[in-house]
């Protein structure tokens, strides 16, 4: 199992500039990936352009949205920028896309929740035309947890991301990937993407990875503690972790920052560099 970590862009406070120094020193350390989450509504940077702004900065190192609301966005021009991050990392772009859960980001925007499955089905097939013109055109990945994400999964893309939760959930959805890859006829088996958040440090670190995780998770209500208690915050945690979904069948795991310190890299490096 290949292991990525995310750049913080949707930790707030985070300085642009960080996020270019952030990518080199990923691309130095073990990592495979460097991966970009999305929001329209809140206090964050725009994926699209922290992944081009990542692409120049390095060479080796794969570039992955975690994921991008296809919905939210045009396709002729999402397209267009997605080709543009693909061409400028040497082809090192795989984008991941799901209709997303929160209606503030439909609402910023004007745009109808409601027809967002038919949309991103719609935005998958065009998005699959537009790519064929490469020799190697980006991965698709499709998110989310209903029946309807994993059909998408199989008819449109490469492979399916799993959006969080405990080694046990991975395993479940994978199974339900491949189950739906099969129906669809598809050769082989879907590549399996999922992803985790950690916090590592001291306690003062360690409360505003959780602070980030309550509020960033504010419009489940409630669940926002649940997902908030999966947080990954001491080496053994992230070891097991690992362990678990490479042992589930996951291709690659991307670690996602809960803050945006900079040591945060130092102190996962070694848990995942084995």
Known sequence: MLVGIGLPNSVPGTDARALVDWARRAESGPFASLGVVDRMRYPSHEPMTVLAAAASATTRIG?????????????PIFAREAATVHRISDGRL????????????????????KTRGRRLEDQLADLRDEFEEFERGPQLLVGGGSDLAFARSARYADGYVHGGGPPRSFARAADKARTAWAEAGRPGEPKLWAQAYFALGDEATIDR?????????AFTGPFAAKITEGLL????????????????GCDH???????????QQDRLAPLVGS
Do not use: W
């Open 209 to 217: 990875g959780r602070a980030y995780m309550l509020d960033y998770y």
């Open 233 to 248: 915050t001491t080496p053994q945690s992230v070891v097991q972790f690992v362990r678990g979904y490479a042992e589930a």
């Open 94 to 113: 795989t984008l991941g896309l799901a209709v997303g859960a929160r209606t503030d980001d439909y609402d910023a925007l004007g745009e109808d929740h």
């Open 253 to 263: 795991l991307v670690l996602l920052p809960a803050v945006s310190d900079p040591d």
């Open 63 to 75: 570039l992955v949205t975690m994921v991008v609301i296809g919905p939210l966005r045009r396709t």
